[in-house]
């Protein structure tokens, strides 16, 4: 009964296995739905230094003409101002830095819009919201300035609370003094005017919001745009508001297309390295272990299966040279593992212990072990995240998922399988390549 149960087990993992493989290599038609299956490692987003690169250099100049030139302190603040914007934009894949005292130099993977939001990061829309359609102030009114912004997104609303015309525009989030002001806005206009008015600061109108009947205190408010044709435009144009809140322009200098680090062709060379090395790394679990490899062999698929999935269904997730090489280190962690733990089994076994209890020991004796090397890779990864380069992160992450996996390769999936295994042999150590010191050997 009990080797029939394990056989079951095994057959049923086997097509789980399989079809997990099957999931991660193969893409296919969807009845009746409109995308295709990608394949799992079809669908992990790559990054430049695999795919190619958009690169653009830009000048720093006073957003002010009363300013002849911006200080440190201002250039610092519009890295770390433009850095946020890319970040909001692009995700986690990007690299950003100072060039030449006075430049900026941005890096991100090369897209269908790419090109357009560089070009985005160096126009400039400065708003200015006003309760009186006026393109200047009037009798000490109260508005708000660019400078309160916080955030701003492409978005599709109604143009006011009340009405069912639908426009492409953008949602602006202000700051506390500027949600402030917006509140004394929407308050004072909701029983007099019932309308927003958003000017830039050459005068001319952008649009307005009406039918405001209670007073908005989330500091947040939709801008219709009349302009905007497309979601890119309006995308785009949400980047242009938020360098208008900006203390410098950016003059765009250069806007190329990079090629990649290592390019597609060379990552299939990568790919066919990394499997030829899992055949190797395989065949020598096999020969010195046995039936242990064959089971640690079965793990490690498991494992390459799951890998696949969580780096295309995580959003953090952006793979990159770094980033393989991270997957790589975690997997090497995997087999350490199942070495320490398959080196135990041998040793109770040469000591005298029946397989079972050699088995049993061994998972017991290895356990601090295989936490620790986890707990390591996993708080290293952690640590690179949180405080590395952007760069860093894909790699980070890499090792992360090798932590976690390393530790429910062995200590779960392998004990598993172990357990199943010795109702089909507990007896015969030369399947196992166990053996006895001669003092040990019985009969």
């Not at 609370?161 to 806005?185: A, C, H, P, R």
């Not at 295994?421 to 009969?443: F, G, I, M, V």
Request: glycine share 6%; net charge neutral; hydrophobic share 45%.
């Amino acid at each position: 009964m009990a080797k029939r149960f394990s056989i079951t087990n095994f057959i049923f993992v086997s097509i789980l296995v399989a079809f997990g493989i099957f999931l991660s290599v193969f893409s296919f038609k969807i009845p009746f739905y409109v995308n295709d299956f990608a394949s799992f490692a079809g669908a992990i987003p790559l990054g430049y230094d695999i795919g190619q690169g958009q690169s653009a250099v830009f000048k720093l100049k006073p957003a002010s003409q009363d300013v002849s030139s911006l200080s440190q302190a201002q250039i610092d603040d519009t890295l770390d101002f433009v850095e946020k914007v890319v970040a909001d934009y692009n995700g986690t894949l990007y690299q950003i830095g100072l060039q030449n005292d006075d430049m900026i130099r941005v890096d991100i993977p090369k897209s269908d819009t790419s090109e357009d939001f560089m070009l985005a990061l160096s126009k400039r829309v400065e708003i200015v919201v006003r309760s009186e359609d006026s393109s200047e102030s009037t009798n000490g009114a109260v508005e708000i300035s660019a400078d309160r912004i916080k955030k701003c997104y492409a978005s599709y609303q109604t143009t006011g609370m009340s009405s069912t015309s639908y426009s492409l525009g953008v949602i602006i989030e202000f700051d506390n003094l500027g949600k402030n002001q917006l509140e004394e806005l929407t308050k004072s206009v909701k029983s007099d005017g019932n309308t927003l008015y958003f000017y830039n600061t050459d005068g001319e109108k952008i649009g307005s919001y009406g039918d405001i009947t209670r007073t908005i205190s989330s500091g947040v408010i939709f801008m219709p745009v009349s302009s905007l044709t497309t979601e890119n435009d309006a995308n785009m144009y949400a980047i242009n508001v938020m360098m208008g809140a900006s203390d410098a322009k950016l003059n765009i200098t250069e806007n190329s297309v990079t090629s990649s680090f290592i390019g597609y062709n060379s990552l299939t060379y990568v790919i066919v390295t990394l499997l030829v090395s899992f055949v190797i790394i395989s065949l020598f679990m096999i020969i010195r272990y046995r039936d242990l490899g064959l089971l640690s062999v079965f793990t490690s698929l498991i494992n390459i299966v799951l890998y696949l999935f969580f780096l295309q269904a995580l959003p953090i997730v952006t793979l990159t040279l770094s980033g393989i090489i991270g997957c790589v280190f975690g997997f090497v962690a995997t087999i350490l593992c199942h070495i320490i733990i398959f080196e135990n089994i041998k040793k109770e076994y040469k000591l005298g212990r029946k397989i079972p209890l050699a088995f049993k020991l061994g998972f017991k004796n290895s356990l601090l072990k295989v936490v620790d090397i986890s707990a390591v890779l996993t708080i290293m990864a952690l640590v690179l995240y949180f405080i590395g380069y952007q760069i860093i992160k894909s790699f980070a992450i890499g090792l992360f998922l090798g932590g976690i996996l390393s530790i429910f390769s062995s200590l779960v999936v392998t004990k598993s399988f172990t357990k199943w295994y010795l109702p089909l042999n507990s007896t015969n150590a030369k399947h196992l390549n166990l053996k006895r010191e001669k003092a040990n050997e019985k009969d």
